[in-house]
């Protein structure tokens, strides 16, 4: 169990648990994209530790670019989208990956989908390391899912709460 501000949160998925699956997305990612182009558009601040680990994972020509979007305050979505940091790559002709660090309603890659694609890309497809199919109200598929979680807060790898909590390596789920 750990302490962040007022709340405290329990182990939920382990830094090893999170590596083996990291690993076995990388993998899928190596077969997929074999032979082709491709760009990881990283969605900011979130999903830079996944993206990180995950790009060591594959085996393949690739690039990475970033974007900066945010929806939550807290532990709450707000359901307005602002985005701080654009995109800087051309990404016409390209297979784009675009990784997110968690799926909640999908506001957030709903939107960032909508936008790669009007940019003519070869490609666009969703992965992220954790999906909350009880939460997600989108229509974009989410092909490549390392979690499917119940509709919890979670924080670490990356994730925050109220921007602490991103530096831990195991994710922990709120208690209370
Ligand atoms: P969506 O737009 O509702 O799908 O929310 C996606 C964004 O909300 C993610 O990129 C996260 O930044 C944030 N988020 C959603 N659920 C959580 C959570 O459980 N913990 C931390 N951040 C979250």
């Known amino acids: 169990m750990i302490r962040i501000d ?34 990881f558009v990283v969605v900011l601040n979130g999903a830079f530790m996944f993206a990180s680990d995950l790009m060591k994972s594959t085996d393949l020509p690739c690039d990475i670019t970033f974007v900066k979007v ?13 985005e701080s940091i654009g995109l800087s790559m051309d990404i016409s002709g390209k297979h784009v ?3 997110e660090d968690i799926v909640d309603t999908g506001n957030t890659v709903g939107y960032l989908k909508d936008l790669l694609e009007k940019l003519d890309p070869a490609s666009v497809e969703i992965c992220s390391l954790l999906f ?19 509709d919890a807060f979670v924080v670490g790898y ?4 109220n921007g602490k909590g991103r530096n831990l390596n195991t994710i922990y789920q709120f208690k209370n």
């Open 158 to 161: 990356g994730l925050d709460y």
């Open 97 to 99: 990956v675009l990784i």
């Open 6 to 39: 007022d709340k405290h949160f329990e182990t939920f998925i382990t830094h090893d648990e999170i590596l083996k699956e990291v690993n076995a997305l990388g993998a899928t990612l190596t077969q997929d994209y074999s032979g082709k182009e491709v760009v």
């Open 70 to 82: 945010s929806s939550y305050e807290g532990m709450e979505t707000t359901n307005k989208i602002t």
């Open 132 to 150: 909350k199919p009880e939460a997600y109200k989108g229509s974009s598929e989410i092909k490549y899912v390392g979690f499917s979680i119940p």
